[in-house]
């Protein structure tokens, strides 16, 4: 199976730039997307296909990468995107995920 | 707008089965694949398999084929995923799953939590 590794946690402070990182064991070519996860609630798709906002996304929110290497980077970070941020690739089956990075807002 | 709603909570005891549900609308129920995905805090999350409506035979990820039988009831626009020989490793939430028009899963339940406890 596709191993996706994130890093486990970050802390940033409201309005810094932050960069969650998600590396995959082989190739996914574009297909990785990213959720953000609120406790108590299901994920919610924020970036599909490497780097297209999903509906209603923010545009603080910007995806990017291929192949192995992909980013999911909130500029300005805000006190509500706490959350834990998980990775998906679609490319290779069975379809995987990153064990996620919680992100605090200090 | 479409919509899954997922069944209540389950307490079940070690060795025993159990199945949940995922009530679909707002969309044509044998248009698109239903996934299954389980998240726990040892594996995080995790794709069971995935049914599309119209066939009758489903997708599995290989850890879960004989751990997992998914079914759906188009009469209803319903999935169903059932858990055989329950154990304490089987305590996690379910989630039922749909893709959007792109890739990646745009629509969720809001899970159905499964503990396993004598």
């Known amino acids: 199976d596709t191993v996706l590794t994130q890093s486990p946690a970050l802390a940033v402070s409201p309005g810094e730039r932050v960069s969650i990182s998600c590396r995959a064991s082989?190739?996914?070519?574009?297909?990785m997307h990213w959720y953000q996860q609120k406790p108590g609630q299901q994920p919610t798709l924020f970036i599909y296909?490497?780097?297209n906002r999903a509906s209603g996304v923010p545009a603080r929110f910007s995806g990017s990468g291929s192949g192995t290497d992909f980013t999911l980077t909130i500029d300005p970070v805000e006190a509500d995107d706490t959350a834990t941020y998980f990775c998906?690739?679609?490319?290779?089956?069975?379809?995987?995920f990153g064990s996620g990075t919680k992100l605090e807002i200090k | 707008q479409v919509k899954l709603l997922q069944s209540g909570a389950a307490l079940v005891k070690p060795g025993a089965s159990v199945k949940m549900s995922c009530k679909t609308s707002g969309y044509t129920f044998t248009d698109y694949w239903v996934s299954w995905v389980k998240q726990s805090h040892v594996q995080s999350l995790e794709l069971i398999g995935q049914i599309y409506p119209d066939s009758t035979t489903p997708n599995f990820n290989e850890k879960f084929r004989d751990k997992a039988t998914l079914t759906v009831d188009k009469s209803t626009s319903t999935a169903y995923l059932e858990l055989s020989r329950l154990t304490s490793e089987d305590s996690a939430i379910y989630y039922c799953?749909?893709?959007?028009?792109?890739?990646?899963?745009?629509?969720w339940g809001q899970g159905t939590l499964v503990t396993v406890s004598s």
């Open positions: 998906q690739q679609s490319w290779n089956e069975p379809l995987t």
């Open positions: 296909e490497a780097s």
């Open positions: 799953t749909r893709r959007g028009y792109f890739p990646g899963f745009a629509y």
């Open positions: 082989e190739g996914v070519s574009s297909y």
